[in-house]
């Protein structure tokens, strides 16, 4: 486990800032480039590791630039138990991102329509985090998370987190930390990373965060060079003796985590089943695929009490049927005719992942055959 932990403060890291029982944002503090607003410390505040669903925070002191680590960690005590404090903390495993304190700006987004002037920085290719939520449906594109990483946002009173690592190919959404008691553990929520195209199909009335965040970035540009090119190596050295090369390190998995029970349905694999029946963790899984278009959605098959199995049905439009009951379904996971027609399938909190991240966490992780 430790061997575990320590490589993922490797490869990522952030960093909350400004927290208090009225406003609580997360900021980022992992590579990329400086910010310029708000680059200034609203003062105490909390630093934390993200690692998949937990976060693990700690209270920073007001100056904290005396940290004998690097400047986007300021570690003082451990506000949760049985966790490293200062006096043991293994600070001969960690490694700099090399980016100075608040030097990758959180963004509290504003959205406009898709074919607004302020959403043309995103192409038909691009690749965005959908959320849907209490009606509302938004699209976080990468563009925006590659240079902030993390997008701090409201739907309808409910504070979500939207987070991207470009370093591990992690895009996760989560309520933000007020509701989680104790602080101490994120709750994950469902997402669709897909094509910009795809998700505009998919969602015809959804809103994109707009280009106009505050900032001066290039959201056309990726910032990372080949970075994401599936043979390359990752940034960062990891604390391992070797990677996996079951499959190319930045080759994009779907990760799913049944309690600690962990499982990958690499991209590769998913390629032609657009419709898998899997069981995991004592859960009856499906994952619905349009690989040409990277789109990957986890769902429950359990409805009402019974397990239902999915067949492919045709493509265009995505359709596919339970045996069951005879019901034809969507790509979103709804009955759109039959027995259970209006049914909604629920979507399986999960995210996708490079596979050297994945793997690095989960060495013990299961793989679709």
């Not at 009225?22 to 505040?45: A, C, H, P, Q």
């Not at 990957?296 to 199995?309: E, H, K, M, S």
Request: glycine share 8%.
């Amino acid at each position: 486990m430790q061997r575990l932990f320590f490589t993922f403060i490797t490869i990522f890291l952030i960093t909350m800032s400004g927290c208090n029982s009225s406003d609580t944002t997360v900021s980022s503090g992992g590579g990329g480039s400086s910010g310029d607003r708000n680059s200034t410390s609203r003062g105490f505040g909390v630093s934390g590791l993200l690692f998949e669903n937990n976060l693990v925070m700690f209270d920073r002191e007001h100056d904290g630039g005396n940290s004998e680590l690097f400047p986007q960690m300021y570690f003082t005590r451990a506000d949760v138990p049985n966790f490293p404090t200062w006096g043991d903390f293994p600070t001969g495993q960690v490694v700099s991102g090399g980016v100075a304190r608040d030097g990758i700006p959180a963004v509290e987004p504003s959205f406009v329509e898709p074919n607004a002037g302020e959403a043309s920085y995103v192409a038909d290719n691009d690749l965005v985090l959908g959320v849907v939520m209490d009606g509302e449906v938004r699209a976080y594109p990468h563009n925006i998370l590659w240079w902030h990483e993390i997008i701090n946002d409201n739907i309808n009173g409910q504070k979500v987190i939207v987070t991207l690592c470009p370093l591990t190919g992690t895009g996760m959404v989560f309520y933000s930390p007020e509701r989680n008691s104790g602080f101490d553990k994120l709750e994950l929520l469902p997402v669709v990373e897909t094509t910009w195209r795809q998700w505009q199909k998919m969602y015809p009335d959804t809103r994109v965060v707009s280009s106009r965040t505050g900032f001066d970035r290039n959201y056309t540009r990726y910032p990372y060079s080949s970075y994401r090119e599936e043979q390359t190596f990752p940034l960062f050295p990891l604390r391992v003796s070797t990677l996996n090369n079951a499959f190319p390190p930045k080759h994009m998995v779907l990760g799913i985590l049944e309690g600690y029970s962990p499982k990958a349905y690499p991209f590769s694999k998913l390629e032609g089943k657009p419709v898998v029946n899997d069981e995991h963790g004592g859960r009856s899984i499906l994952v619905v695929s349009d690989i040409s278009e990277r789109l990957a959605i986890p769902f429950d098959r359990n409805v009402n009490g019974q397990i239902l199995t999915f067949t492919h049905k045709t493509s265009e439009p995505f359709e596919m049927t339970d045996n069951e009951t005879n019901s034809t379904w969507n790509l979103k996971g709804q009955a759109i005719s039959g027995a259970l027609n209006g049914t909604q399938l629920t979507q399986i909190p999960a995210h996708n992942a490079f596979w050297f991240a994945w793997w690095a966490f989960w060495p013990a992780t299961e793989i679709l055959n």
